[in-house]
């Protein structure tokens, strides 16, 4: 059984560019966590999805981030005109059900130039 | 919102040596403790993890305690070995029909042969 796949590993953006991150949950598990990891931090909570919902969303930025969750294909988290802040290691977790445990992929690490 | 602090940043111990890492949380309310394992260039793996209606949880080389009134809970490596060397990460949650987990800023832990 494959873990959580992520990609690209690493994704080098220019600031203005779009930047998307793509998270494939293991298999049989519906649920989506995305994580933001800055260096030499803890991980942060940004959104948590469902099969085609955001439930909760209250760790993103309000502007320029969105995620989606759709109903084939892997989870994306979007980042629009992307800035030097933005540069972090992000993680997405899936779990089969919202109250069990969560199984991390092994991230994305973006820079921004 | 939950605060999750987490102590001590850096710990160095002698091959066969015991490590104890611990944390504490603001939230009285959380439910769920999670232990992540962050090696160098990969994504937190669950290494053991305690809900509020247990004080203590082992798994071989590994065991975390809880104590609910004073809002600490700490992990515990016996034998050490090289190979434990890694990020260490603490996690609180409270199960609000999801577990939006609130991590430490992680204790880096180096094991000497």
Redesign the interface.
Known sequence: NAGVMQNPRHLVRRRGQEARLRCSPMKGHSHVYWYRQLPEEGLKFMVYLQKENIIDESGMPKERFSAEFPKEGPSILRIQQVVRGDSAAYFCASSPGSSNEQFFGPGTRLTVL | GEN?E?HPSTLSVQEGDSAVIKCTYSDSASN?F?W?KQEL??????II?IRSNVGEKKDQRIAVTLNKTAKHFSLHITETQPEDSAVY?CAASI?T??????????TRLLVSP
Request: glycine residues 20%.
């Open positions: 999750v987490q769920y999670p992540y260039g990969k994504g937190p793996q669950l993890d990460f199960d029909g999801f577990q939006k987990l609130v991590f430490g800023t992680g």
